[in-house]
């Protein structure tokens, strides 16, 4: 790269180097909510996005302190010292493995369960600023997005992706045919998943 994108006079030039900007801001407007909803709630956002993350997924492969690392792209240290504090505060209890008895399962108590359905729509006021778009560009939009967060999960700077894209049981004979073998069907773009139960990773 030759040329800084958030130089202004390079940028206002340059439409890629705008649209780096216009998502760094609406990253920066995440994080606002998220913090906001961290000071409310007395939890870090960190806490706040696992407890939400263990509200909705269950499975045994996705409670464990490594996956959550690899979720949140964070080291193991971080994300067992977040847990050590929610367990210090009630919201989860730790099991050991019944396959593993080196490891252990995640899991959240009742009052864990309350705490992350009290915070989850933290991002509420971003969500109204998208439903108010018109559908088709949100389609477009979204077909884009996904686009992105694959190449960026191909180079690694994203590590744990569970949408149709790299998934197994999906297909596509161009960039408007896209079929999932699961279900034997063909999906719309607005059917394409970004965070799928049933996801299988690609060999």
Wanted: with cysteine.
């Amino acid at each position: 790269m030759d040329f800084s994108p958030f130089n202004p006079e390079i940028q206002n030039k340059n439409l890629d180097y705008k649209i780096l900007q216009a998502l760094e801001r609406i990253s920066q407007a995440f994080k606002v909510l998220l913090w906001k909803e961290s000071t409310s709630s007395l939890l870090t956002p960190i806490q706040i996005q696992m407890l939400v993350f263990l509200l909705y997924h269950k499975t045994k492969d996705n409670n464990k302190a490594i996956y959550l690392a690899k979720e949140f792209n964070l080291s193991k240290p971080t994300i067992t010292e977040s847990l050590k504090t929610m367990e210090q505060k009630g919201y989860i209890v730790k099991k050991i493995d019944p396959s593993d008895a080196r490891s252990y399962l995640i899991h959240l108590t009742e009052k864990g369960e309350k705490i992350a359905k009290d915070v989850e729509f933290f991002a509420a006021e971003l969500l109204e600023s998208i439903k108010i778009q018109d559908t088709k560009e949100k389609e477009h939009f979204f077909t884009i997005l996904l686009k992105i967060i694959e190449h960026l999960q191909k180079k690694e700077i994203i590590s744990v992706q569970r949408m149709c894209y790299n998934c197994a049981h999906y297909s596509k004979e161009n960039d408007n045919v896209h079929f999932c073998n699961l279900l034997g069907k063909e999906l719309k773009i607005t059917e394409i998943r970004m965070d799928c139960p049933e996801h299988i990773g690609k060999p």
